[in-house]
Nanobody, 116 residues
C-alpha cells in the first residue's frame, strides 16, 4: 500500500525558506515520478513541481520557477521541495503525489504559511 508522509511545513516570513520532505513507502520508489502539489484556501489544487524517477527531468509551475527546487533521494525513498524567497501567495497546504498502477496517491499534506 502506497504511503506518503509530508513534513517540514510551518510559519515563515516573506523572503524566508523552508524545506519540505515526503517519505514514501509501499512501492518501489525509484521506479516512479514524484510531484508536489499545493492547495490554497478557496482555490483548486495546483501542480508545483514534478521530478522523474531518475531526477533527470524536472518541471516547475511558472509561479515557483527560480525559487523552488525539487529533488529526490532514491536510497532514502524521499522527495524534497526546497522553497526559497517565499511569498505571501505561497501559503497553502503542500501535498506529495505519485501515480502507481494508474492510481494516484496523496499524503496528508503539510501547511506552509507565509506571513509577516
Amino acid at each position: 500500500q502506497v504511503q506518503l508522509v509530508e513534513s517540514g511545513g510551518g510559519l515563515v516570513q516573506p523572503g524566508g525558506s523552508l524545506r519540505l520532505s515526503c517519505a514514501a513507502s509501499g512501492f518501489t520508489f525509484g521506479y516512479y515520478a514524484m510531484s508536489w502539489y499545493r492547495q490554497a484556501p478557496g482555490k483548486e489544487r495546483e501542480l508545483v513541481a514534478t521530478i522523474t524517477r531518475t531526477g533527470r527531468s524536472i518541471n516547475y509551475a511558472d509561479s515557483v520557477k527560480g525559487r523552488f527546487t525539487i529533488s529526490r533521494n532514491n536510497v532514502k525513498n524521499t522527495v524534497y521541495l526546497q522553497m526559497n524567497s517565499l511569498k505571501l501567495e505561497d501559503t497553502a497546504v503542500y501535498y506529495c503525489n505519485t501515480i502507481v498502477g494508474s492510481v494516484g496517491s496523496w499524503g496528508q499534506g503539510t501547511q506552509v504559511t507565509v506571513s509577516s
